[in-house]
């Protein structure tokens, strides 16, 4: 019913900046609400931001200001821009949503923040 597919992830120095792509199939993709989750290696997976049909956005603990969430309905694509990276942003990133009668998750992209 729905596929995602993330991309733009990478290598990139303490301080720089990434920006994330989640591409959606499906013609549902307007009306749906998007999530990007990430999991950092020996933790829990953990809520980073989220936005709306309607395009209202929520971010978690304290990333708001260095992360920023957006979309293209006309695209059906849902961007995370990551600036002021740090090397505890280390993780794999993940787009979600949740349908009818499932989550549907993309299958991840990974980012590493080193010197």
């Known amino acids: 019913q729905v596929q995602l597919v993330e991309s733009g992830g990478g290598l990139v120095q303490p301080g720089g900046s990434l920006r994330l792509s989640c591409a959606a199939s499906?013609?549902?993709?307007?009306?749906?609400?998007i999530d990007w989750y990430r999991q950092a290696p020996g933790k829990q997976r953990e809520l980073v931001a989220s936005?709306?049909?309607?395009?209202?956005?929520n971010y978690a603990g304290s990333l708001e200001g260095r992360f920023t969430i957006s979309r293209d309905n006309a695209k059906n694509t849902v961007y995370l821009q990551m600036n002021s990276l740090k090397p505890e942003d280390t993780a794999v990133y993940y787009c979600?949503?949740?349908?009818?009668?499932?989550?549907?998750w993309g299958q991840g992209t990974q980012v590493t923040v080193s010197s």
């Open positions: 499906g013609s549902i993709f307007s009306i749906l609400s």
């Open positions: 979600h949503t949740q349908g009818v009668v499932r989550h549907y």
């Open positions: 936005i709306t049909s309607g395009g209202s956005t």
